[in-house]
Nanobody, 128 residues
């Protein structure tokens, strides 16, 4: 199983980035896919998730209204469109896949629930 993130980089505050997570080795449509981030010295934070089947979405309060998650089953890819970026969005962003990920992220279980599969992460740096 592989989850490969891309699209990170360095942008100025107010700018945009689109992260991609290409998934292989699992039946893509069966899994919820989520995005997490971790800044230096901080705990891992759930950012967004898209459910399998019904494509329901969840966002943390810190990104709601600025980030949009979507999935493309033809490409086995999940996207995270990030707009109006702030310096506090600076972190390594990881995607994860798990059958129950949407429920756990919606319930904001945080570190109490460990997704089954993880990507390697992509760095996002926002300059002020």
């Amino acid at each position: 199983v592989q989850l490969v993130e891309s699209g990170g980089g360095l942008v100025q505050a107010g700018g945009s980035l689109r992260l991609s997570c290409v998934v292989s080795g699992i039946t893509f449509d069966d899994y919820a896919i989520g995005w997490f981030r971790q800044a230096p010295g901080k705990e891992r934070e759930g950012v967004s998730c898209i459910n399998s089947g019904d494509d329901r979405t969840w966002y943390s309060d810190s990104v709601k209204g600025r980030f949009t998650i979507s999935r493309d089953s033809a490409k086995n890819t999940v996207y995270l469109q990030m707009n109006a970026l702030k310096p506090e969005d600076t972190a390594v962003y990881y995607c994860a896949a798990d059958f129950n990920l949407f429920i756990s992220m919606e319930a904001e279980l945080g570190g109490l629930y460990e997704p089954e599969y993880w990507g390697q992460g992509t760095q996002v740096t926002i300059s002020s």
